[in-house]
């Protein structure tokens, strides 16, 4: 990891990471995320996976928990799988961070190398 604020991140999404089965068509856990605010403060949520692909990305998950705590702004961001693989974000949550306040700043990891990347970068062409 690039620095101790990466390792805490990544330490605290790995420590949400609990894969279990919820019903016979949902299951979450697998991967968790950790978010740093522009606040200082760290917000995790794991992964929803349903039948149908109604499910939820870890790293959306954690903005929906910053967002109900009234935060707006990521600083960092990481997702983590039960093998300890540090995942670069999906399309959707790219997306998503993007049409956020001053997204193109937000720092990603996206290895085990310790790679950083700005949001701006993985998602040259968003929507917004």
Known sequence: MPNNIWKNLY???KAVVNPQ???AQI???GVGAAVLTRNGNIYTGVN???DCSLGMCAERNAIS???TAGEFEIAKIVAVNKKGQVLPPCGACREFMMQLKNASDI???VDNNGTVVKLK???PYSYS
Do not use: F, H, P
């Open 21 to 23: 089965k919820i019903s």
């Open 27 to 29: 299951c979450s856990g």
């Open 65 to 67: 928990t910053m967002i």
């Open 107 to 109: 720092e990603v990891l």
């Open 48 to 50: 929803i996976d349903t």
């Open 121 to 123: 970068d993985l998602m």
């Open 11 to 13: 330490d605290t999404a």
